[in-house]
Every structure is written in C-alpha cells, then in structure tokens.
C-alpha cells in the first residue's frame, strides 16, 4: 500500500476510522443522555391540559407521605 | 397556580401548570416543582425501582407534591404524545416559575425538566439515574435559570462519557498490542 516517499495510506485510515468512532460513539452517548434528561417547553401544552384537568378534577391526587421506616 | 371566581363569587384557586414570575428569592424551603409520574408499565423492573422510591424521592422535597398517574392515565397521556412511548416510566418536573433575566428563546419557552428512565434497561443503572437525578434536584432547586443547570449538567456527563470511552478505547487497544 505504501509507496516510496508517498504518504503512508494504512496509518492514516486506521487513524480516521478510530476518529470517526470516536465522534459517532460520543455522538450517540450524547443524544442518549439527552433522550433520558431534558427540559421540555411549551411545545407539551396538551400534556399539561391534561394533568391540569386530572388535578383539578380529583382524579389525580399528590402522593401521600407516609413516615419512613 | 391562577385564580378564577366561581359563581358564587369566591375566588377558588385553579391549578395551572404554566410558570409564572414570583416576587419573592427562592430558598430551599420553597415550593418549586409539581412532579408527576408516568409509567404505562413497558419496563418492569425500571418501574419497580421507581415505585419503590417515590417515598424517599418525596421526602427530599416534602414541599412539591408528587402526583403518581395510573396506567390508564399514563396511556391516556402519551397517546396526546406518541413521541414519548417506550420512554416511560418518567419523573416529569413542571417548574412553577419562569426564570428572571433570561432572554433566550429557549429558557423563555422553559417549562420544567424530565427524566426518561424507560430508555434504561438496567434497574441498577435506573436507580443510579434516579439518584443523579435527585442530587440535581437538590443542588439547584434555588437556581434561577434551571435550564442552564441542565444544559451543564448534560455536557458535565458528556465530558466524562467521552473520557470513559476513551479510557475504553485505550484499554482495548492495550489489549489488542
């Protein structure tokens, strides 16, 4: 693959094919770690609705605290 | 929460989700989150984990009232959202105030932050999560721009994934010489 005085391909793709790696690896961590903790914003409103209704209608109460043990 | 009179003319406090401005500095003590729970049931053991901490959860923050949906509910609410099936069991944080002296888009249409433990698969991992979770709840529950605290805290974890898979990678290629 080398030739005289030439760049050395091998090196240099195995040195890209690492990189690229990397990059897509710290990518894909990145948007899992995004996946499992956000913010949200407006764009929910209808969920929001919806737990509005429930909390103002009773038929979602808070969570009752009981003494911990 | 808004205020609206009923007929007979008391003034009887509605539940609004929207955030407001307040008045007043935050302290510790202060009411800031509605937290609701939303498990449909997908992922067993990670609801298991969940379920058995909503007690200890709520007595870090016995202030914020913690509303737990049923499975009929949650269904019901991510059918208005099919995006977030399979993401579930989620702790959803609505925060009650808008943050002051923010003039970014983005932190004006903040509404509250989520934890999506469904994509966990390991209950173990789900409870570390939860605990990561929890210490950041309690760290920056006086903060005034939440939205930056989490945008840190995901590039904090971001930094140390990608020193993790470098260590990974080094020790994989240790091994392969």
């Known amino acids: 693959m080398n030739e005289e005085g030439g760049v050395p391909i091998l090196p240099f793709l195995i040195g890209t094919l690492i990189l690229c790696y990397f ?15 956000n913010v949200f914003d407006r764009e929910e409103s209808e969920i ?22 | 929460m808004h205020e609206h009179s009923n007929s007979t003319g008391h ?12 008045n007043e500095p935050l302290t510790p003590e202060t009411p800031r989150f509605h937290v609701f729970l939303i498990d449909t049931g997908w992922n067993e053991p990670v609801s298991k984990v969940l379920r058995e901490h909503i007690p200890l959860f709520h007595h870090y923050h016995p202030q914020d009232p913690v509303y737990v949906l ?36 983005e932190n004006a249409n903040y509404h ?4 999506n433990l ?15 979770f929890l210490k950041f709840v309690c760290k920056n529950r006086t903060a005034e721009c939440l939205s930056c605290e989490v945008q840190r805290e995901l590039h904090r974890e971001g930094l140390s994934n990608m020193v993790n898979i470098l260590r ?3 020790e994989a ?5």
């Open chain 2, 11 to 22: 003034a009887k406090p509605r539940f609004k989700l929207r955030p407001k401005y307040r």
């Open chain 2, 118 to 132: 469904g994509i966990i698969k390991n209950p173990q991992q789900a409870l570390a999560k939860l605990q990561e």
């Open chain 2, 168 to 170: 990974e990678a080094s």
């Open chain 2, 173 to 177: 290629s240790l091994e392969l010489l």
């Open chain 2, 70 to 105: 049923t499975k009929e509910q949650s269904v019901k609410l991510l059918k208005r959202a099919p995006e977030h099936i399979g993401r579930d069991p989620m702790v959803v944080m609505y925060d009650i105030y808008k943050p002051k002296g923010v003039h970014s888009k």
């Open chain 1, 23 to 37: 990059g897509l690896e710290v990518n894909r961590q990145r948007n899992k770690l995004r996946t499992i903790f």
């Open chain 2, 112 to 115: 509250g932050f989520r934890l």
């Open chain 1, 48 to 69: 929001a609705e919806a737990l509005e209704e429930w909390v103002e209608s009773g038929e979602l109460k808070p969570f009752e605290l009981a003494p911990l043990h």
